[in-house]
């Protein structure tokens, strides 16, 4: 029995290059709800999202990320953040990330994380009150090419993984 969630991590790519092709409202929708159904830790939920569908915002966005030139060319930009006083607002929002780029790929849609933290110039684009620090921007659009799913270079299993104790191969 195929397990879609799983399917969805096992396949899962980083998507750089969009088509020019707006995403349906329902499943912009259901990204976003991903987003903001996500566990958060201790139930703080201390972050806050931007969602970007204007071109020219996204443009601008893509200028203002020099990992993340991309964006430019996406449909839909979410702005991801967090409150700096938060001690869980990193991991909080890096599960939400992850719930959204999985919800969407589900829908066809591709992503990937662009920026890491202290994204002042962006945090100042959308308005977001300085008790907030930008954590990335995530573009989402359509591939533009065929990518294959599930073809990642991984490193084997028992590497990364132990069991019980460092150096404990999985059986």
Same mark, same amino acid.
């Given at each position: 029995?195929e397990?879609?969630v799983?399917?969805?991590?096992?396949?899962?790519?980083?998507?750089?290059?969009?088509?020019?092709?707006?995403?349906?409202?329902?499943v912009?929708r259901?990204?976003?709800?991903a987003g903001?159904?996500?566990a958060s830790?201790?139930?703080l *939920?201390?972050?806050?999202?931007?969602?970007?569908?204007?071109?020219?915002s996204?443009?601008?966005?893509g200028?203002m990320?020099?990992?993340?030139r991309?964006?430019a060319?996406?449909?839909?930009?979410?702005?991801?953040?967090?409150?700096?006083a938060?001690?869980y607002?990193?991991?909080?929002v890096s599960?939400?990330? *992850?719930?959204?780029?999985?919800?969407a790929?589900?829908?066809?849609?591709?992503?990937?994380?662009?920026?890491?933290?202290g994204?002042e110039?962006?945090?100042?684009l959308?308005?977001?009150?300085?008790k907030?620090?930008?954590?990335?921007?995530?573009?989402?659009?359509?591939?533009?090419r065929?990518?294959?799913k599930?073809?990642?270079?991984?490193?084997?299993?028992?590497?990364?993984f132990?069991?019980e104790?460092?150096?404990?191969?999985?059986?």
């Amino acid at each position: 029995m195929e397990h879609p969630v799983f399917e969805a991590v096992r396949t899962v790519l980083a998507v750089r290059e969009f088509q020019d092709k707006p995403i349906p409202d329902e499943v912009i929708r259901r990204i976003v709800e991903a987003g903001h159904l996500s566990a958060s830790s201790v139930n703080l *939920q201390p972050w806050h999202f931007v969602l970007m569908t204007d071109r020219e915002s996204l443009r601008e966005l893509g200028v203002m990320i020099s990992t993340g030139r991309y964006i430019a060319g996406a449909a839909a930009a979410v702005v991801v953040a967090y409150e700096k006083a938060s001690e869980y607002g990193i991991s909080d929002v890096s599960r939400a990330i *992850q719930s959204m780029v999985l919800t969407a790929w589900g829908d066809g849609v591709g992503s990937n994380w662009a920026g890491w933290t202290g994204l002042e110039s962006v945090r100042k684009l959308v308005g977001l009150p300085e008790k907030y620090d930008v954590i990335a921007v995530v573009p989402f659009g359509y591939p533009k090419r065929s990518i294959g799913k599930g073809k990642k270079k991984r490193k084997p299993l028992a590497e990364v993984f132990s069991m019980e104790r460092f150096g404990t191969p999985m059986s």
